[in-house]
């Protein structure tokens, strides 16, 4: 965590073992509703086991996710964040939605977590994991793969202007053939 900051920011996602968050539409149910030939498809009928994930929801108190990210949420047709403050990201959403804060800058949301006194970040959205990584919001990422080679898709990482170190914590899987690791992003030295 930074000291000039409160809070820890977390990723906790998912992608195919190429790296892919979702399908180039958005389309995320290689994930959620995997075939019934898939690895990861027998245990869990229709429900995504991601190990860890009830744990990792309850160590927040807010999340912070793009637009893109929000609009699937809103497919589910539960709201899965009951606990949590939600602050979308977005330049364009118009919203009456009282479930959620939209902040249109990540200036402005990093205002609403110090105002708010938030000491743990779920940061969600490709787009917004790429950005916060480049300006050093992360501090911890649990990257689970799923057994799936999309092709193409939308990527969890994208280009920095400087390496990011990972400690890596520690890696689990389970019989749905997922797996989980954990790492800690490492304080940076000045070396890229
Ligand atoms: N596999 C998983 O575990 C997982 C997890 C999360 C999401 N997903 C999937 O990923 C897809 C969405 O990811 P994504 O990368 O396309 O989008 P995203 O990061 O969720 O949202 C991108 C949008 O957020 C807004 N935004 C981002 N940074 C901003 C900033 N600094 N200031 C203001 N607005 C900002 C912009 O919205 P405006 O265009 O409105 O300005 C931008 O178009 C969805 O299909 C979702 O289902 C998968």
Redesign the pocket.
């Known amino acids: 965590m930074s000291a000039h900051r409160s809070w820890q920011g977390k990723v ?4 195919s073992l190429d790296g ?4 180039v539409d ?3 149910a290689w ?1 959620t509703d995997p075939p019934p030939n898939a690895g990861h498809a027998k245990p869990h009928a229709g429900q995504p086991v ?1 190990p860890g994930y009830e744990e990792h929801l309850a160590s927040v108190d807010h999340l912070v ?9 809103l497919t589910f047709g539960f709201w899965p964040y009951p606990q949590q403050q939600v602050i ?6 118009a919203t009456d939605d009282s479930r959620v804060t939209v ?4 200036e ?2 990093l205002t609403l977590l110090a105002e708010r006194g938030s000491t743990a970040v779920y940061v ?8 916060w990584l480049r300006r050093g919001l992360i501090d911890d990422i649990v990257l ?1 793969r799923a057994p799936v080679l999309l092709g193409r898709g ?1 990527p ?1 990482f994208g280009p920095l202007d400087t390496d990011v170190h990972l400690i890596h914590l520690a890696t689990t899987f389970n019989d749905t053939g997922m797996t989980s690791s954990h790492y800690r992003v490492a304080v940076p030295t000045g070396i890229g």
């Open positions: 906790f996602i998912a992608t892919y968050i979702a399908r958005g389309d995320i994930l991601i996710m793009g637009r893109g990210t929000y609009e699937k949420v979308v990201l977005s330049r364009t959403l902040a249109t800058s990540t402005e949301a969600d959205g490709g787009k917004v994991i790429q950005d689970t939308i969890l």
